[in-house]
């Protein structure tokens, strides 16, 4: 039953959001003012008939009321069936599944890059001894503080002018999905998020690796690599995983002007062109996905951060074994 129940919370909150998304981006949309049908017809300027413009409006139901228009528009949200791209006349569907992909990959090597500075600079700062070591690791708070604020624009602009302008050590741009192209874009990307976790994994290292359980693996002979990598890493890593789903849901959405800068293929992208040719199915659709991926990977780090903590698979256990109507403490 906590299962099922863990279950339904998630699937309450998937229908929260797809709610929410085609509510909002619906009459956003329409506030910005202009007419759908001017999309579906090639845009302004296009010098459709009356007639060809009275057919597209009949088609789609744009001549409908508003409330009407949103019932419909919610109801395909809702049941999945996107429709077709006012701009593009392809199904939904298909073209965020063209782009899928390439965002996934950018986010998920974002989010190990993050991993990766944050772990090197957690346990460098632990482990840091005598003034000039200190003094290292008061610059890098500072420089965690930094990363964490800076804006992804200004901080892929800084990569491409250094890296690959002035260095030339990777290209500015990343249209195909080699690990070389896509090592700027995901960089520019980690560094705000690895500020982050860096500042979180940093915290709990110095607070486990001062805990009794530490205290007692060295009084048992445990060296102090082995005190760090096997026990205290385990309990500093439980806030960043739970901190993990957030941030990849944050990379999915710094993608929107990652990709762009760099210009790359992907979701964002997609979404900044539907959002200029004012495509409602398709800007509903790209925010839905980014917005439902979100549940997805905080439901993920939710499972992962059980598995980590043996307390919390304790406490399940003994829930799942326990007597109907008991309470367990």
Known sequence: ???????????????LVAWV?????????????????????????SQASEEAVAQVRAEYA??????????LQLARTVTF???DSYARRRPVSELIGDQLGGTLALAALGLLLAWVIALVVATAAVRA???????AVGVLRGAEVVASVTPHFWLGAMLIAVVAGGLG??????????????LLPALTLAVPVAGFLGQVMRDGLEEAHTAPFATTARTRGAGEGSVLWRHSLRHAALPAIALSGWAFGSLLSGAVVVETLFGRPGLGRLLIDATHSRDVPLVIGVVLVI???????????????????PR??????????APHGEVVS
């Open 312 to 321: 919390l698979r304790g406490r399940l256990e003994a829930v799942r074994t």
């Open 81 to 83: 069936r996107l429709g």
């Open 129 to 135: 001894r005598g003034p000039v070591a200190r003094r």
């Open 1 to 15: 039953m906590s299962v099922l129940r863990w279950l339904l919370g998630r699937l309450a909150a998937a229908a």
């Open 21 to 45: 998304v085609a509510t909002v981006v619906f009459f956003a949309l329409r506030a910005a003012g202009g007419d759908p049908s001017e999309a579906i017809l090639g845009g302004p300027g």
């Open 291 to 309: 917005a439902l991926g979100y549940v997805v990977v905080m439901s993920v780090a939710d499972v992962l951060e059980r598995l980590v903590d």
């Open 62 to 71: 744009l001549d409908q009321p508003l409330l009407v228009q949103y019932l």
């Open 169 to 182: 050590w990777l290209p500015a741009t990343s249209s195909d999905s080699s690990l070389r192209s896509l």
